[in-house]
């Protein structure tokens, strides 16, 4: 089936490294999706991966992509508490007509 | 353009009520789709729609839910008659065919 997993929560300090996980069940995605959302927000697009990449960079963020193993990670450089929020892996689904799968979120909780 | 624009953006109404909330998409987006966010369920694809027609309505709950589009500035989720476990914030999102979806702000319903 249809399937995007994550874990639920990530405590880090400030400064250090996170790093989100996500995995899924369609191997022919193509598009996959790192979203955000802050508390009482609607969720905001953060970045994006194709399926003819294995890795993406923007600024602090970076995105990995294992297709052999459907897995998708994000990793943000030097955390702040304004990183604090829920991050959402998206995914578009093969066989879907555009059918966009999120994970059930992870809630990053940064501290000094 | 405004963005994806939802209403009410609360709702508080009485179990056994009817409830619809309302979704206005981004002008020229192709696809619209409805999700459902709850502590334990995470982000529910509840159905979807291309060109005003539903594509996949496979996550609607029950049949005491039901989505229209009847033009392509207009959606709405229709719950009748209300339930408590219908409790939950409601996004409505648009997008352009396998591109970033938009989100609304939602509407976070509740049902005493």
């Known amino acids: 089936g249809e399937d995007v997993e994550q874990s639920l929560f990530l405590s880090v300090r400030e400064g250090d490294s996170s790093v989100i996980n996500c995995t899924y069940t369609d191997s022919s995605s193509t598009y996959l999706y790192w979203y955000k959302q802050e508390p009482g927000a609607g969720l905001q697009l953060l970045t994006y991966?194709?399926?003819?990449?294995d890795m993406k960079q923007d600024q602090r963020l970076t995105v990995l992509l294992n297709k052999k193993d459907k897995h998708l990670s994000l990793r943000i450089a030097d955390t702040q508490t304004g990183d604090s929020a829920i991050y959402f892996c998206?995914?578009?689904?093969?066989?879907?007509?555009?059918?966009?799968?999120f994970g059930a979120g992870t809630r990053l909780a940064v501290h000094p | 353009d405004a963005g994806v624009i939802q209403s009410p953006r609360h709702e508080v109404t009485e179990m056994g009520q009817e409830v619809t909330l309302r979704c206005k998409p981004i002008s020229g987006h192709d696809y619209l789709f409805w999700y459902r966010q709850t502590m334990m369920r995470g982000l529910e694809l509840l159905i979807y729609?291309?060109?005003?027609?539903?594509?996949?309505d496979s996550g609607m709950p029950e049949d005491r839910f039901s989505a229209k589009m009847p033009n392509a500035s207009f959606s709405t989720l229709k719950i009748q008659p209300s339930e408590p476990r219908d409790s939950a914030v409601y996004f409505c999102?648009?997008?352009?065919?396998?591109?970033?979806?938009?989100f609304g702000q939602g509407t976070r319903l509740t049902v005493v």
């Open positions: 729609f291309n060109n005003n027609v539903p594509i996949d």
């Open positions: 998206a995914v578009i689904f093969s066989g879907g007509y555009n059918k966009l799968i």
């Open positions: 999102a648009s997008s352009l065919p396998y591109s970033e979806a938009f």
């Open positions: 991966i194709f399926s003819n990449m």
